[in-house]
């Protein structure tokens, strides 16, 4: 099967691929939807990634992502990340790379023009645009960060449930997918639309690479059971 997809990759004139949480697992970022750790084994992900928990409890949401902050921070890109960055590298323009993920490791992996489509985990915005009266250089340190004049948060910026993706980054994941020849899915359990969605509309055909059975199967031409850090250096090295 690696053979297989080794030959549609070498024959793609264009690959468009879509990763997940599942990439950065073998980084030890644990997954979205997998148990917390420790003092946040009693949150749900689910109930903390929103507008409105932000809203209710600025700071435990504030800490959580400051947690998880510093654990991307500490951990390295795998060699999934690397082989994909080292893909682009030696076939520029060949490959257009949208992630899921707000962790920033394609990008420490050396992958340029990476499509994020749910922000950076790294950066913070206001919480109410309308309101913001001073800079964010001005924000008072605090857990959340405010604006001392207005009281405006700082937020992490990042896309949390419910919210709208930025419209130029989605667009221009849709046109990757729709004009590619080949589509990778990586590590990624399909339920979060409009990313899933994105699998669905692939003009050519569909690799599933992910450990466990995905929301996306029916929508792929071969799922191939494995670990990414393990799978991606098999079919992109040349
Ligand atoms: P999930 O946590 O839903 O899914 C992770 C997927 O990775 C699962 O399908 C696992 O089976 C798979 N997986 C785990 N380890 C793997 C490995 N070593 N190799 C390959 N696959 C592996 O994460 P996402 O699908 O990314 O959004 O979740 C999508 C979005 O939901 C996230 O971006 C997040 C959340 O809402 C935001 O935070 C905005």
């Given at each position: ?121 790294f950066e913070d915005k206001w ?93 792929a031409d071969v ?16």
């Amino acid at each position: 099967m690696i053979e297989q997809l080794r030959e549609w990759v070498a024959a793609a004139r264009h690959i468009t691929v879509l990763t997940g949480a599942g990439i950065s697992a073998e980084s030890g970022v644990p997954t979205f939807r997998d148990a917390q750790a420790g003092l946040w084994a009693r949150f749900d992900p689910m109930q903390l990634a929103t507008e409105e928990a932000f809203r209710a409890q600025p700071a435990t949401v504030w800490d959580w992502y400051a947690f998880r902050r510093d654990m991307i921070a500490q951990v390295e890109p795998n060699a999934g990340h690397l082989a994909l960055a080292a893909f682009a590298q030696r076939h520029p323009q060949r490959l257009t790379l949208v992630t899921q993920n707000v962790d920033g490791l394609h990008q420490r992996a050396g992958s340029t023009g990476v499509i994020a489509l749910h922000g950076n985990i790294f950066e913070d915005k206001w919480l109410d645009p309308a309101k913001a009266c001073c800079d964010a250089g001005e924000a008072i340190p605090g857990s959340p960060p405010y604006c001392r004049r207005c009281g405006n948060l700082r937020r992490p910026a990042v896309v949390w449930f419910g919210e709208v993706l930025p419209a130029p980054a989605l667009a221009q994941a849709e046109a990757a997918a729709r004009g590619g020849d080949l589509m990778l899915v990586v590590g990624t359990s399909g339920v979060v639309y409009p990313a899933a969605g994105l699998a669905r509309m692939a003009g050519g055909k569909v690799v599933i690479v992910n450990t466990e059975p995905t929301e996306l199967d029916d929508a792929a031409d071969v799922v191939l059971a494995g670990n990414a850090a393990q799978v991606l250096p098999q079919l992109l090295e040349d």
